[in-house]
């Protein structure tokens, strides 16, 4: 908005000094014409019988009165000009505005124009750049709901299977009906997984995140999450550790949602960490500004992935494995509730080391 009123007022300003150009040129002109017209005829001896004689006595006693006609003229002319020149130039950047649909078709406008001329192709290529992604978004989404309602199949299967045999067969040991019944619940809840990645598309296209923020200590709220994942932390004989300076750092936020940000975030570094390895989370505030990292050992992300793990949908793992990754909704997630809180997030991976920095103004 700042950028086109500040073109606007450009190319105004342009217009208006060509205009006043054109006036000063048009009486310097004319004060020359009187100039050399006076000396010209007042040269020529007159008799009165002339046919221009009577015209050039009355301008001769009404010079103030001439002068005053003919700029008028002139001035009216000019508008006349200047207006039907910038009904043109409305007209052209109109007709442009019909081609900012046309891929690949670069908006030519008069030079006089050439600012107008790069802001829209400017325009023209966000336009593409936001149609282009919201269709890849679209269809890894699609793509999504297709691999999940196929991997329904096979827990739920599973869950029939075995609860039918358990429901067929009266003689079984019971240590085969706890192993039966161990697998049902472990599918049970495989499906259960599936079911909430379901639910977590329809609430990011759906749900409209507003904040209700309130003063709490940053620590206390890592240590919380942190403990939370102490399952999964084991499972992967994985540590981590905790920084923050100083110890007493506090911010405000919508708790449960920055708690959700953590989430995804430590899910993330488990997931795609190397077994064996530590998580460190660092916090401090520097200038105004809390910068939270979450750093963790593992393969290194291509840049050309990189780039995109916070868009709707995308997921890093493209074999979709099920033991890695959910709905490719996390950092997407995590990205849209730390910019509400007028904050950003950034990936850095290079050397085996993965970090998430969260930078959020200190209130």
């Known amino acids: 908005?700042?950028?086109?009123?500040?073109?606007?007022?450009?190319?105004?300003?342009?217009?208006?000094?060509?205009?006043?150009?054109?006036?000063?040129?048009?009486?310097?002109?004319?004060?020359l014409c009187l100039f050399l017209g006076k000396n010209f005829f007042g040269s020529v001896i007159w008799h009165g019988n002339e046919g221009m004689y009577p015209l050039l006595?009355?301008?001769s006693e009404n010079q103030t009165l001439f002068v005053a006609m003919l700029f008028l003229a002139g001035t009216f002319m000019i508008g006349i000009f200047y207006w039907m020149r910038l009904l043109n130039y409305f007209q052209q950047v109109m007709d442009a505005m019909e081609e900012l649909v046309k891929e690949d078709h670069l908006i030519q406008l008069r030079p006089e124009l050439r600012e107008v001329e790069q802001h829209m192709n400017e325009i023209q290529f966000q336009i593409h750049q936001n149609q282009r992604l919201a269709k890849e978004a679209e269809q890894r989404k699609n793509d999504l709901v297709v691999y999940l309602a196929h991997d329904l199949k096979t827990p739920l299967t599973s869950v029939i299977g075995y609860l039918t045999l358990l429901k067929e067969e009266g003689e079984l040991s019971p240590r085969l009906r706890e192993k039966y019944l161990s697998i049902s619940l472990e599918k049970a809840e495989r499906l259960e997984d599936l079911i909430n990645e379901f639910f977590e598309i329809t609430r990011f296209n759906l749900t409209h995140l507003e904040l209700m923020t309130m003063t709490v200590s940053l620590k206390r709220m890592l240590q919380q999450i942190v403990y939370e994942f102490q399952p999964m932390l084991r499972e992967k004989q994985m540590t981590c550790q905790l920084e923050i300076k100083p110890e007493d750092l506090e911010i405000t936020c919508d708790t449960d949602k920055m708690q959700r940000v953590f989430d995804n975030l430590l899910r993330n570094a488990?997931?795609?960490?190397?077994?064996?390895?530590?998580?460190?989370?660092?916090?401090?505030?520097?200038?105004?500004i809390l910068y939270i990292e979450i750093e963790n050992d593992g393969a290194t992300i291509p840049k050309e992935k990189l780039d995109r793990v916070f868009e709707q949908f995308y997921r890093l793992d493209t074999a979709r494995q099920s033991s890695t990754g959910g709905a490719g909704l996390g950092l997407a997630i995590a990205k849209e509730i730390v910019e509400r809180h007028g904050g950003c997030i950034k990936a850095e991976s290079q050397e085996g080391k993965t970090v998430f920095t969260i930078e959020i103004p200190v209130k």
């Open 270 to 288: 488990v997931l795609y960490g190397y077994e064996g390895s530590t998580i460190e989370i660092h916090a401090l505030s520097s200038s105004g």
């Open 1 to 31: 908005m700042r950028e086109s009123k500040h073109i606007k007022t450009l190319i105004l300003g342009r217009f208006f000094r060509k205009m006043l150009s054109a006036s000063l040129a048009c009486i310097v002109l004319l004060v």
């Open 57 to 59: 006595h009355w301008i």
